[in-house]
């Protein structure tokens, strides 16, 4: 009853200050954004200045503390089935905060690490438990709360993932020097805690109802519209979306956009392959880095013009573009800069554009779990990219051919976007389980 009442009055001090003030959905908004910067974007963005100082310092080579990386991606795809489950059913406040708390600890025990299997167990903590961090909450929370303007706000949120990175990765490197890469370590927890743990312990709430609201952009009108309360309410349920031909579509969708990341790693080395410093490969992955989070702003904004599917067709042509910009560049730096430019949307294809579609698709009824499901499909597949494009350089002593086959997957991905909307059909059970394409989910 205690707690019954606590809550009852948390409920109407939101209700009375957020919803004659601001809405409370910039608040999980800006959430969202510390979240994604404090945890993708400190965990894996900024994770590679740790690299050189561990390995000089105890002899490793980068392969093997990178391999953590590797365990990450195969973890997740064990967690995506639990967070689809558990984010609807535990306390959303408890559920992340736990898993947060997790996260930091194994950071922080990196620390006291001396062999490489240690940073391995390390990256399978960070895919299970960041799995409710890094992934899903920010479009579960973002589609929940935004019943207009999701593809920015999604966008915005998304784009911190980035901006994080490219912050805390001067700031650890700072850290390093100044302390030795153990104490870094131990710092980087306490800051990534200082940025994450305030919004997931106190902050967030998983639906609007929760606390008595409607979503951001609700109108009474939307109270009498039948596709507003289908794209809200309505949709399939997760076991009938698992045997649909457009489910699949979208899990080898997310694998195959996630293979894109697999380039990354290796612009550096592609770089230098064809005459130039490392210093210009370096500032390749900056290049790239720029474009996600430009691009990500620019989704967000055609998403709740144009709509998500030509939105997603958009961003592959920019990514095939990058992909035949560093095919033809030659000596080009201009070509070369612009390319990485281009090809960064390939993160917006994953982290914005890939939630949205699964909204649109399947509607709002199971939305955490079918996407949850969906993103299986990245560990799956995503994990093949780096050793694949590696394999083929080794093979052909050329990066010509792996970026010939991205141009290919950037073609099936499309594909697989078109057939899915075209079989759309089959997610119906009745006329109001589909949301309609003006609908941006």
Request: glycine share 10%; proline share 4%; net charge neutral.
């Amino acid at each position: 009853m205690r707690g019954s009442a606590s809550r009852d009055r948390q409920v109407l001090i939101m209700r009375s200050f957020f919803g004659t003030r601001v809405h409370y959905a910039w608040l999980i908004l800006i959430g969202c954004c510390f979240m994604q910067a404090g945890g993708l974007g400190a965990v894996l963005d900024a994770a590679g200045v740790f690299f050189v100082p561990v390995c000089d310092s105890l002899g490793f080579s980068r392969s093997e503390i990178s391999l953590y990386l590797t365990f990450y991606f195969i973890a997740t795809v064990f967690a995506m089935p639990l967070v689809g489950r558990w984010i609807t059913r535990f306390n959303i406040n408890r559920l992340l905060s736990v898993s947060f708390l997790l996260v930091i600890a194994a950071v922080a025990a990196m620390g006291f690490y001396t062999e490489p299997w240690q940073w391995w167990v390390s990256g399978i903590v960070f895919g299970l438990a960041g799995s409710f961090i890094f992934v899903m909450p920010a479009p579960i929370l973002i589609s929940n709360w935004f019943h207009t303007r999701k593809g920015i706000a999604l966008g915005v949120a998304m784009s911190f993932s980035g901006i994080g990175g490219a912050i805390l990765s001067p700031v650890f490197t700072l850290f390093i020097q100044t302390f030795g890469w153990r104490e870094a370590y131990l710092i980087a927890a306490v800051v990534m805690g200082v940025l994450v743990l305030p919004w997931t312990l106190f902050v967030f709430k998983l639906r609007p109802e929760d606390i008595g609201m409607r979503p951001y952009g609700w109108t009474q009108e939307d109270e009498e519209d039948e596709s507003a309360a289908a794209d809200e309410f309505g949709g399939i349920d997760a076991r009938q979306a698992l045997k649909t031909v457009p489910f699949w579509c979208m899990f080898l969708f997310a694998g195959l956009i996630a293979y894109f990341a697999g380039f990354n790693s290796h612009l550096p080395g592609f770089a230098q392959s064809v005459g130039f410093s490392p210093l210009v490969g370096s500032s390749l992955l900056t290049a790239v880095m720029v474009g996600n989070v430009v691009e990500k702003y620019i989704v967000g904004f055609l998403n709740d013009k144009i709509g998500v599917q030509f939105t997603v067709n958009i961003q592959l042509v920019c990514v095939a573009a990058g992909l035949l910009g560093f095919v033809f560049a030659g000596d080009n730096l201009v070509v070369l800069y612009v390319s990485a430019f281009l090809f960064g949307a390939q993160n917006s294809l994953v982290s914005v554009s890939t939630p949205l579609l699964v909204r649109q698709l399947f509607g709002g009824r199971d939305y955490p779990k079918i996407y949850a499901y969906t993103r299986i499909g990245t560990g799956v597949i995503g994990c093949l990219g780096p050793v694949t494009v590696a394999g083929m350089f080794d093979t052909t002593g050329s990066f010509i051919p792996a970026f010939i086959l991205g141009v290919g997957i950037a073609v099936l991905a499309f594909v697989t976007v078109r057939v899915a909307y075209l079989l759309r059909k089959q997610i119906a059970c009745d006329e109001s389980n589909v949301v309609p394409d003006q609908v941006v989910a």
